[in-house]
């Protein structure tokens, strides 16, 4: 039980790195808010490693934790619906065998922009930002696709 909690902790800290390395990089394609998802990287593993239970703790816990270091509430609100919405549809793909650790992660990236986008036309009471779905769709394709391929091969690399 006590190298479970180690490696927990080590997991958010490796997903607050990543949070904090995603705000150095200039990465915006004219889409607010849009990211390489680096953080997925530590998900993807503990979700594949330990299960659904430990991504979520360590999810939650690396949200709260950098929206009190480097952002806002409203940060917090955004990452948090959009890191539930990813982390359902992943554990529920990840159940089905024909998507693997790269379809498991390019759901989650679609599907993290599709929460964040759902709790901003709510936020800001207008939905015609729904404009951004078709960029946001394309960049969690391919960021999930990067970071489903990085996941992967640290998998391969990694006994657990």
């Known amino acids: 039980m006590g190298n479970k909690v180690a490696c927990l902790g080590l997991f958010v800290t490796l997903a607050l790195i990543f949070t904090y390395v995603e705000t150095l990089i200039p990465f915006s394609f004219g889409v607010p808010g849009m990211k390489l998802g680096l953080t997925n990287i530590a ?12 991504a979520l703790l360590v999810s939650v816990l690396r949200i709260f934790l950098a929206g009190f270091l480097f952002g806002s509430f409203f940060g917090i609100l955004y990452s948090l619906s959009g890191a539930l919405l990813s982390l359902f549809v ?8 024909d998507f693997g650790i790269i379809g498991v992660s ?14 901003a036309m709510v936020v ?26 990085l996941a992967r091969q640290i998998s391969i690399r ?3």
């Open 106 to 119: 390019i759901l989650g990236g679609v599907f993290h922009n599709i929460g964040q986008l759902l709790t």
């Open 124 to 149: 800001v009471s207008n939905y015609r930002i729904g404009f951004y779905l078709p960029a946001l769709l394309l960049s969690g394709t391919v960021t999930g696709w990067l970071i489903g391929t």
């Open 90 to 97: 992943m554990t529920g793909a990840r159940k089905i065998q």
């Open 43 to 54: 998900l993807v593993l503990l979700l594949y490693w330990y299960g659904p239970k430990e």
């Open 158 to 160: 990694i006994s657990h």
